[in-house]
């Protein structure tokens, strides 16, 4: 298991836009790892594909607004300020703004992650 720090600076640019494209196949697993993949970042916030193989970690950090998950594929563990959440493909979470947060991949799973700057 390794551990994971999001930076929300690194990566791609973006994804083509005005092109169809599956979340769920727009990023892949990758054993033993965390892949991203930024779909759309500017001043404003971020949106951001995540695949995590079983039992990688995001480890617990804030953030200065707020960050909605959804999960896409798979199972997670999401604990904010201590309060564990189990979420599978198709449930979402909005974690707070400045509140300490981490996710598990209980299983392998991927999510979309947008962050909203304001």
Do not use: W
């Not at 309060?83 to 198709?90: N, Q, W």
């Amino acid at each position: 298991m390794s551990e994971y720090k999001f930076n929300p600076n690194s990566g791609s640019k973006g994804f083509p836009k005005g092109e169809k494209f599956s979340f769920s196949e727009s990023v892949a697993y990758a054993d033993g790892s965390i892949v991203s993949k930024i779909l759309l970042r500017n001043e404003k916030g971020n949106v951001t594909l995540f695949a995590f193989d079983q039992g990688e970690v995001l480890s617990e950090h804030t953030a200065p607004y707020d960050a909605i998950v959804q999960v896409i594929d798979g199972k997670s563990e999401v604990v904010i300020d201590g309060k564990s959440h189990v979420l599978v493909a198709g449930e979402s979470i909005i974690m707070p703004a400045n509140i300490p947060h981490a996710l598990t991949a209980v299983e392998r799973f991927k999510m979309l992650l947008i962050m909203i700057k304001g």
